[in-house]
Structure formats: C-alpha cells, structure tokens
C-alpha cells in the first residue's frame, strides 16, 4: 500500500493560471500589510497617549483589568473561532496564571517566616508547604505562569480530541473542569485561601502597587502585553497552520482524508489559547491585587465566550472589542442600575447574538458589502457609461 502524502492546502486555492506562469505581484498584499500597521499604530497611540490622558487613575486601573480579560478573548478567538472549539473553561488557564503569580507576589512580602499572612492567620500551618516553595523564585513563577496553564492543557486536549471528543461534549468537559477546579481552591483553605482567594497584593517586584505611578506602569505592561498577542495571532492565522485549523473547523473528516492529523491542529490552537488565558492571570493580579475561586469560576468562563460572541470570534479585534464592551458594559450598568444590570447584560447579549451574528467586527463587512453592491449603480449614471448605453441603443436601432 503507498504513504498517503499530504497535499499543501495553498495547491487546492491556487489559481489555474499558476501553472502557465508567475502572476504579476498584486497591490493588496502591500495595502493589506500598511492598513495592519496603521491599525496597531492607531491601537498603541490609543492604548499609550490618549487612555491615560483622558482617564483617571481609577478609570486607567478598570481598563486595565478589561485589557486582561480582553487577551484571553484572543486565545478564545483562535480556539473556537478559527478552530471551532467552544472552550467554557478558561477560567482554569486563567486561574492557574493568576495563582501563580499571586503565590510569588505573596511570597515576595512574607514576613518573618517566610509565610504568607493568610497562612499565618488561619493557623493550620507550621511551615510552608513543599509546592509553594518554588514559587518564591521569579525564574520558576513567572515561566509557570504561562508553561504551568499550557501543560494542564496539553494533558487534558491530548486526552481528548484523540478520542475526538468535539462539539457540545467538549464544551461540557471544559465547563466541568472549570467547577472542579473551584471545588478544589476552595476546600484547600489552608494553601490557597479558600473562598476569599490570594488578596492584599501590595507589591510587584518592588514596586508598591499603592503609588498611582506604578499602577500606570502596570498598565502600559499590560497595553504592551495585549499589542503583542495580537500581533502573534495575526501571524498565526495568516499561516498555513492558520489555514490548516480553519479547515479543520469546516471539514475535519476531509482533512484528515488529505493525511492530516486534526487531533494535533486542535491540540496546538487549545494550548495556544490557554497560554494567553494564564499569562492574562498573571497580570490580572498586580492589576487589581486579587485572585479568588470567584473570578475563575464557570460564570467566568462564560462570560469570556460571551465577551468573544458579542465581538466577533472570526476576526483578529473582534474578541477584543467584544471582551472590553461586555466589561465596560458590566461596571457601567452595575453603577447605574444596580438591582437590574444583569438583566440589561443579557439582553445586551441576546440583541447582538440575534441581529448581528457575526459581532460587533461584522458592522464593518456590512458596510463594505453595501459600498461595493452600489458601486455597479453608480458606474452606471457615469459620463462613460452613458455613452456605452447610447452607443448600444444606435447600434440596436
């Protein structure tokens, strides 16, 4: 029996001229890469200038903590938007991110000791425990951030898109590890705080996060951070394993027919995904001075889908606006109407799902779609054309 090779999927999209002769080089690459590096010019000129002049302090620390939920938006994007993969347990990623930082950071201020206050207050302890021992190096913590959430993920997706578990059965796994996990944070009161989490995080690396100065800092890191991952994203997807994963999404028998593994493609965009959601954690909590069970949670978790859903989970800045408009939308409407502003939430969710499937992000392609169905209509009124139609109804006559 011969080795099925694989075909390169740019063979099945190229054109049927291609095998005459090089097509000349075309100007939409060019404008396509000049209006990417006005977008992130304009983005960072937002994020950096404009956001910290018009914002207070407190404004800037809310935006902040939007910035963080929007980067796990992006890993959401490329898992179920380009992958197909309805991820509902983010939270985890994001959670173990966020621990694992908050352990440092806790570490980093221990008193005599060594303990952590919360350790010294409950009084079940007589020494640190073995696995927190580690954390109180930032070389191993802040790699963990980020390694520790991506090799949760790669145990837990080579688990199961082998066994091509997909769909709602996915969906329902995640969700499900996201309700362990709470179980476990909180019943390990002793290490972990329990319900009330890793609070009163007053330092980050030695800088007091009480002075306005460094939680500006910690902004323009987080500004930074957000820049960068979508540059990354926008790479990913424009490559073949970009093209690969959609096509894995559309026809996942097909490509594996072609020899591909599917298994192997999802397993990357997941552990991609859950690698954003940690390092989002991890600077979350110098952001805010907290991690808990509460924020990592199912709620959570949702609600990232849902800041994804609103946005626009096919494009690159969808699920970016799409996370930091639910955000804002949540404080906003918590401030004014207190007793209903879920009710508003959800309504806000089921209008936008319902008229605008493809998200705030399509608002844009349904302009261009009117712009070039009118182009046809007005290229007939030209001078030009009119000739053309008189010309025609001569020669008819």
Excluded at 42 to 47: N, S, V
Excluded at 100 to 108: D, S, V
């Amino acid at each position: 029996m011969t080795a099925v090779t694989p075909a390169p999927l740019s063979t099945a999209t190229a054109p049927a001229s291609a095998s005459a002769g090089a097509a000349p080089p075309s100007r939409s690459g060019g404008r396509s890469r000049l209006r990417t590096v006005a977008g992130f010019a304009f983005g960072a000129a937002l994020l950096f200038a404009v956001a910290p002049l018009l914002l207070s302090d407190f404004r800037l620390a809310l935006l902040a903590k939007y910035l963080c939920v929007a980067m796990v938006a992006v890993g959401i994007g490329i898992a179920w938007g380009r992958g197909g993969m309805l991820t509902l347990g983010q939270g985890v990623f994001f959670g173990l991110g966020g621990y694992a930082m908050a352990m440092h950071l806790k570490l980093a201020d221990a008193g005599p000791g060594g303990m952590p206050d919360f350790m010294q207050l409950y009084g079940q302890l007589d020494e640190l425990p073995l696995w927190w021992r580690p954390f109180a190096s930032p070389w191993f913590a802040l790699p963990a951030t980020v390694l520790l959430p991506m090799a949760v993920a790669f145990g837990l997706g080579s688990l199961v898109f082998r066994r091509r578990v997909r769909g709602a059965y996915f969906a329902i796994l995640s969700q499900a590890l996201a309700a362990a996990m709470v179980i476990l944070l909180i019943g390990q009161q002793g290490t972990t705080g329990g319900t009330n989490g890793l609070t009163d995080i007053k330092g980050f690396f030695g800088y007091d996060l009480d002075d306005p100065v460094n939680q500006r800092m910690v902004y323009f890191i987080i500004a930074g951070v957000l820049l960068a991952l979508l540059a990354l994203t926008r790479q990913l997807i424009q490559s073949r394993y970009g093209e690969l994963l959609v096509a894995v999404r559309d026809g996942e028998e097909r490509v594996r027919f072609l020899g591909y593994d599917p298994a192997s493609v999802k397993l990357v965009a997941y552990v991609v995904a859950a690698g954003m959601a940690g390092l989002a954690g991890a600077l979350f909590v110098p952001a805010v001075g907290i991690i808990s069970p509460a924020l990592i949670g199912i709620v959570p978790s949702i609600e990232f889908v849902i800041g994804v859903a609103v946005g626009g989970r096919a494009t690159l800045l969808g699920p970016v606006l799409g996370a930091v408009a639910v955000a804002w939308a949540r404080t906003a409407l918590s401030e004014r109407f207190p007793g209903t502003w879920t009710y508003l939430q959800g309504l806000l969710f089921v209008v936008v799902v319902a008229f605008l499937p493809g998200g705030l992000a399509s608002l844009w392609a349904l302009a261009r779609r009117r712009d070039v169905g009118a182009q046809p209509a007005r290229r007939g009124w030209s001078p030009l054309g009119r000739r053309r139609v008189e010309r025609t109804e001569v020669e008819a006559a």
